[in-house]
């Protein structure tokens, strides 16, 4: 019999780049960069997509949303983050909590979390108690602490439900 509760893991990371928004949990954040990437490049959804696909065994983000592909050109991240609550409904998973941290030296993210816990958890129809959001910054050390690029983990937890 499969395991009826699963962990997973996401990692993602992007380079900040002038001429972009800053988006990080589907909140846009006043900073003069922004995240270089296909979509919006928003880590820490990307993060958090990427663990509730791992946990489900179903791929990476990547296998569903090709960077390269026209459809998802400059598109939301949270709405691919609902196209995935769709797979796992499918698969009859429900999610039991998510848990993050991103990593930059700037902006200051702090007055920020709680709008992202809300994007995050609407998105996926979960209570914000669910959702947890840290951030954490490079110590000067780094891509990060240099300021060149954001980064985001994120860890969920899975129960099959049928």
């Known amino acids: 019999m499969a395991n009826r509760i699963r962990t997973g893991i996401g990692y993602d990371v992007h380079p900040l780049t002038e001429g972009r928004k800053l988006v990080l949990g589907g909140v ?7 995240l270089q990437g296909w979509s919006d490049a928003d880590a820490l959804t990307h993060a958090v997509m990427d663990a509730l696909l791992g946990a489900a065994s179903l791929g990476d983000i ?4 090709p960077p390269g592909d026209p459809h998802y050109q400059d598109i939301s991240s949270l709405k691919l983050l609902i196209e995935v609550k769709k797979l796992l409904d499918q698969e009859h998973w429900q999610i039991g909590n998510i848990d993050c941290i991103i990593q930059c030296e700037a902006p200051r993210l702090k ?3 709680p709008l992202m816990v809300r994007m995050i958890a ?4 979960l209570p914000a108690s669910d959702v947890n959001i840290k951030a954490g910054t490079g110590e000067k050390m780094g891509f990060i602490g240099r300021g060149e690029g ?3 983990l994120a860890i969920v937890l899975l129960e099959k439900l049928a």
């Open 28 to 34: 846009e954040i006043p900073y003069s960069k922004g």
């Open 150 to 152: 954001i980064s985001a």
């Open 122 to 125: 609407g998105a996926l129809n």
């Open 111 to 113: 007055d920020f979390m």
């Open 62 to 65: 990547g296998s569903h949303f």
